[in-house]
């Protein structure tokens, strides 16, 4: 038995298929042939006929690179199979083998070869700066994209790899003419991408395979979608939404955050900026202000206080913490709301130490670790992620940790996440041609670091967008077997 027929021979093993020895009776693979998927091109369909009812399984590997190997098995008895392939590498070339086993336990060879179609849009031209492979956390990328141009917007979702190749996308077809580049996407860990916001966009469930599975309802009040979605733990989506607020002849855009059970499209937590108005936190705009607070993400957080709500003010400069069992507004965390703010030497802090126009706060109580644009602070024009602990009782804050670069200033989006490792993705999603006043010089960069002491830390990985026109809001680390049956980047397939 040769080395790659005894591979497959595991493969089918391993889905339930015994084995099976040298066909005698003329039991055969009669057909074998790659389909394309119109919708998504970075996947195929290989249809396999067989002379009796058996298994198959094949063996996809990457012509240019050895090690990309895609392992795929049916293992119902049948004389008809389509076994899928997904995550493959646009432009690129494989080589399959294949071996079916049948009933009466004899197997059959055959070889295909297949070519995968350019993508079906303006490529992204992208490259990898920086990558340390053996310090980087995850194998895939998924950011939302945006090609801004004054008579031409792209939108996407794009599932990059580490060497910066588009290994997934959906194209998100805007609604309005009124859609923003500012809208959310997030892999589910089950083959499906949920992604929402962008000023139309109700959250929406798409498949691996590119089909909607699930579409949520129009929002509760008068508004949109915007910013912000993702599924709870609970298999909930929370959402957030703007609002029209009317006064005396007077409108000016508020938020709502909306928690929508999926199964019914009902809304089963619902909070409206009206409550934080009417409370005292945030105040009646002056006359002409259309977005005075600017609400861009929420946080679902057990924190030392109790159960709460997080809601990122931007042009506040704050965070809006939310009593989620009373759906009472309880405090402002952010520069003048009473808290007292320690650098990283337990030295008292000056204002501009403090977040401002932030985004993505994300919470590990008692730390807050966001992007801090430095957007709406007059005194600094620089941006970093930054690690915060919070003593609520107290009001005390401390700057644990803090990662800059020189001439880094996005004064809109961008995005933190901290990955399994420690590690910290950071998002500099350059936003150029809406509106930010950004120089030609600007590009959008992905990048992993390995945080160190308080300030700075190693850089591990670097994706960087090489036209200015391409920008990303928000992107997310997707580990190497979650999402593509691809030995490459999942040791767990090395068979």
Request: net charge negative; glycine share 8%; with cysteine.
């Amino acid at each position: 038995m040769t080395t790659t027929t005894a591979r497959l021979a595991l493969v089918l093993m391993l889905t339930g298929c015994e084995p099976g020895t040298d066909a005698t009776d003329g039991f055969a693979i009669t057909s074998v042939k790659a389909v394309d998927n119109q919708q998504l091109v970075l996947e195929k369909r290989l249809e396999v006929e067989l002379s009796a009812a058996g298994c198959v399984s094949a063996r996809c590997v990457l012509d240019d690179d050895e090690r990309e190997i895609h392992p795929l098995a049916s293992a119902d008895s049948a004389a008809l199979h389509e076994l899928i392939i997904r995550g493959v590498c646009p432009e690129c070339r494989y080589s399959c083998s294949l071996e079916a086993i049948s009933d009466d336990g004899e197997s059959a060879t055959a070889s295909l070869d297949f070519e995968v179609d350019p993508l079906p849009f303006e490529t992204p031209q992208m490259e990898i700066v920086e990558m340390d492979e053996d310090r980087v956390w995850g194998a895939y990328t998924l950011a939302t994209h945006r090609r801004n141009g004054k008579s031409s917007q792209e939108y996407k979702i794009l599932v990059m790899d580490l060497e910066g190749r588009v290994r997934w996308y959906y194209l998100v077809h805007p609604l309005s003419e009124s859609t923003k580049s500012f809208f959310d996407a997030s892999y589910l860990d089950d083959g499906r991408v949920l992604f929402g916001g962008g000023n139309t966009m109700p959250p929406t469930i798409v498949n691996i395979g590119a089909e909607i599975e699930w579409q949520g309802p129009d929002p509760a009040s008068d508004g949109a979608y915007d910013h912000h979605v993702e599924m709870l733990d609970n298999g909930q989506v929370r959402a957030l939404a703007s609002v029209h607020h009317r006064r005396a002849g007077q409108t000016w855009k508020g938020f709502e955050v909306l928690e929508i059970d999926p199964a019914d499209n009902s809304f089963v937590w619902q909070f409206h900026s009206q409550a934080a108005l009417d409370a005292g936190f945030i105040e009646q705009p002056e006359e002409g202000t259309s977005d005075p607070w600017h609400a861009n993400a929420v946080a679902w957080v057990d924190d030392s206080l109790g159960a709460s709500l997080w809601i990122s003010l931007r042009d506040e400069n704050a965070l809006l913490r939310v009593d989620r069992d009373t759906g009472e507004p309880t405090m402002l965390l952010g520069l003048r709301q009473g808290y007292n703010l320690y650098d990283a030497d337990g030295q008292g802090a000056i204002s501009t130490d403090w977040f401002a126009g932030q985004h993505a706060p994300e919470f590990e109580a008692p730390r807050l670790l966001m992007y801090d644009n430095g957007y709406g602070n007059g005194q600094r024009s620089w941006s970093r992620a930054l690690d915060l602990e919070i003593d609520h009782e107290n009001k005390d804050a401390w700057v644990r940790w803090e990662y800059l670069e020189d001439d880094w200033h996005e004064r809109q989006g961008g995005d933190v996440d901290r990955l399994p490792n420690g590690n910290v993705l950071i998002t500099m999603g350059n936003s150029y041609g809406s509106d930010t006043g950004h120089t030609v010089d600007d590009v959008t960069s992905i990048v992993e670091v390995v945080p160190e002491g308080t300030l700075g830390g190693d850089v591990v990985w670097r994706l960087q967008f090489t036209d200015v026109a391409y920008g990303v809001y928000r992107s997310q680390r997707i580990d190497g077997c979650d999402m593509f049956a691809n030995a490459r980047y999942c040791a767990d397939l090395t068979f």
